[in-house]
T-cell receptor
Framework: GQNIDQPTEMTATEGAIVQINCTYQTSGFNGLFWYQQHAGEAPTFLSYNVLDGLEEKGRFSSFLSRSKGYSYLLLKELQMKDSASYLCASMDSNYQLIWGAGTKLIIKP | GAVVSQHPSWVICKSGTSVKIECRSLDFQATTMFWYRQFPKQSLMLMATSNEGSKATYEQGVEKDKFLINHASLTLSTLTVTSAHPEDSSFYIC?????????????FGPGTRLTVL
């Protein structure tokens, strides 16, 4: 079956590091996406992983383990503007996305 | 990246009326577009896949006679919510599917907030 899980909400402090985890079960797995969504806005693309390992892009990094069906998004040097929902989505062989419910990240000063 | 626009950005209507939402790809030709719905504090739910020149493909549980999709050209897809009711109030977002971008990422329109009174 198709399933994807991520925590509902996380809280972190400005300047700190936070890791948002995502586990998935996807037939014909064809990669995993992370999107950022601010309240009332559409999602914006952050990262895409299809091979095992860590992809670093500035303050944001994304990791994938295909054998474990596991990914995480790592946010460093947190800023207040990073307060948003972070959506994990796996893609199947038909390019269909299976979306997680999103993790609401709250940044405190 | 691809630029996708939506119109209107928000709409308030009375129960029983129909509302049309437009999704345009501004800098490329899109043979396929996705329509999503998102309720507060929930994730994106795929409603249908819009196909240029042919019928849309609807997800299970989505009423095709209520949510009319027309993909008349390579740059325009429309979603019409017919006989809207308060439970149809939601955030509707269109996107361009993978295969058209470097990382296969989807590009989303800014969304349309529908409120049915």
């Amino acid at each position: 079956g198709q399933n994807i899980d991520q925590p509902t909400e996380m809280t972190a402090t400005e300047g700190a590091i936070v890791q948002i985890n995502c586990t998935y079960q996807t037939s014909g797995f064809n990669g995993l996406f992370w999107y950022q969504q601010h309240a009332g806005e559409a999602p914006t693309f952050l990262s895409y992983n299809v091979l095992d390992g860590l992809e670093e892009k500035g303050r944001f990094s994304s990791f994938l383990s295909r054998s474990k069906g596991y990914s995480y998004l790592l946010l460093k040097e947190l800023q207040m503007k990073d307060s948003a929902s972070y959506l994990c989505a796996s893609m199947d062989s038909n390019y269909q996305l299976i979306w997680g419910a999103g993790t609401k990240l709250i940044i405190k000063p | 990246g691809a630029v996708v626009s939506q119109h209107p950005s928000w709409v308030i209507c009375k129960s029983g009326t129909s509302v049309k939402i437009e999704c345009r790809s501004l800098d490329f030709q899109a043979t396929t577009m996705f329509w999503y719905r998102q309720f507060p504090k929930q994730s994106l739910m795929l409603m249908a896949t819009s196909n240029e020149g042919s019928k849309a493909t609807y997800e299970q549980g989505v009423e095709k006679d209520k949510f009319l999709i027309n993909h008349a050209s390579l740059t325009l897809s429309t979603l019409t919510v017919t006989s809207a009711h308060p439970e149809d109030s939601s955030f509707y977002i269109c996107s361009v599917p993978p295969g058209l971008a470097e990382y296969n990422e989807q590009f989303f329109g800014p969304g349309t907030r529908l409120t049915v009174l």
